[in-house]
């Protein structure tokens, strides 16, 4: 036989027998996927490595994850930084102008998040600290004065309001008896007036008349309810009683009413004040806007800086209490084995030909030396 058709056969085998034998040994990492039994017996080699090997791979791919993967020390130089500390302060920051400049109304961003109206909750709580304060308030102060507990400033505004009031008694006095109603308060009055002076009353009122006695008296009443020395008078009586007031106990001012309508009135005035209804139909931008500045440049960058602390402090508990380890071997124990091999040969599909080739290439060698030394024995 020509020499170089030999050499060239014996390369061809070896390189045929190498790059099959690497093929198939490859392959036999996974296959078959289960065991093959010929009447009780097992046939060597089934199932493949891997399929067989299933659960210590899983294992020791979850040591190797909790191990050098994600370990706590890499997620700390990875996650908590400055660098990526002050990116999601500036995320967070770009991201809550969505908020600040929304045009929808509280109550729809509400719905989104599936909270109910907050305004029943709201008001029963205010209720229950307006009245815890009241009773409060009423057992630290009922055995002090009024002059004694009242800021300065607010008792000069309420010397100033006396006036106010007197001005206020009179005018509706002038009103009350210039008109319809009061003149026949005046005959009634002067008709009992007269009816307890026996028969002289009989006689002058059957002289002058009823009619004529109111027409003289009511411009009499108004002409001295508005008189300046009536003013004065009225003024003084209600300026020393008001000084006499300011020297009462307040268990005695909260005797004059009860406590349940004080409570309810306190209540009534607050939530309607607040008006809780009518902010939640106001747009969110409009409703947090005095917040923006608050919210934007200090209490983001503060929370960042404070879950970044908490995470660095509670990172290797948090790995602990996930398990990790014990997520990763149930993964891979749930994979299929054809699901895991087309992970693995997605990933080295490529250096698995090149062992494959180099196979082919030493079994080529191997023949070439082989047909050598069989050329030099013949």
């Known amino acids: 036989m020509n020499t170089f058709v030999l050499l060239l056969i014996m390369i061809v085998i070896g390189a045929a027998i190498g790059g099959v034998t690497n093929s198939l040994a490859i392959k036999m990492l996974f296959r078959p996927y289960k065991a093959i039994y010929i009447k009780g017996w097992r046939v060597p080699f089934t199932p493949g490595l891997i399929p067989k090997r299933r659960e210590e791979l899983a294992r020791q791919l979850g040591l190797m994850v909790v191990t050098h993967l994600l370990t706590a020390e890499s997620l700390k130089a990875r996650f908590l930084n400055d660098t990526q500390e002050r990116a999601i302060t500036g995320w967070l ?62 008792l000069i505004r309420l010397d100033g309001k006396v006036e106010v009031v007197t001005d206020y008694i009179l005018e509706k006095g002038v009103d009350y008896f210039a ?42 009443i108004i002409k001295f309810l508005k008189h300046k020395g009536t003013h004065d008078i009225l003024e003084q009586v209600l300026r020393r009683e008001w000084e006499s007031v300011k020297d009462w106990q307040w268990e005695r001012a909260f005797s004059i009413v009860t406590d349940r309508d004080l409570l309810v009135r306190l209540q009534s005035v607050i939530k309607e004040r607040v008006d809780l209804n009518s902010w939640l139909e106001r747009p969110l931008g409009e409703a947090v806007a005095p917040l923006e500045e608050e919210v934007v440049q200090r209490l983001i960058p503060k929370g960042v ?32 084995v054809s699901r895991i091999e087309d992970l693995i040969l997605g990933i080295s ?17 191997i023949g070439l030396f082989q047909g050598i030394i069989a050329l030099f024995i013949t």
Not at 96 to 121: G, M
Not at 124 to 134: G, V
Not at 185 to 202: A, Y
């Open 349 to 365: 599909r490529r250096e698995f030909k090149m062992i494959t080739y180099l196979g082919a290439l030493l079994g080529g060698i």
């Open 93 to 154: 920051q770009k991201k809550s102008d969505r908020f600040f400049k929304s045009e929808e109304p509280v109550n729809v961003w509400l719905s989104r998040f599936d909270i109910d109206s907050p305004v029943p909750y709201v008001e029963n709580t205010m209720d229950r600290w307006i009245q815890s304060q009241y009773e409060t308030a009423k057992e630290q102060y009922k055995n002090q004065t009024i002059r004694e507990t009242l800021p300065e400033r607010w």
């Open 179 to 220: 008109s319809k109603e009061g003149k026949e308060r005046i005959r009634v009055m002067i008709e009992d007036f007269f009816k307890t002076r026996g028969t002289l009353g009989s006689m002058i009122q059957m002289i002058m008349g009823n009619a004529s006695l109111v027409d003289k008296v009511q411009p009499e």
């Open 305 to 336: 800086e404070m879950t970044k602390e908490i995470l660095a402090d509670k990172t290797e508990e948090l790995l602990a209490k996930m398990n990790l380890q014990e997520i990763v071997r149930e993964q891979v124990n749930s994979f299929e």
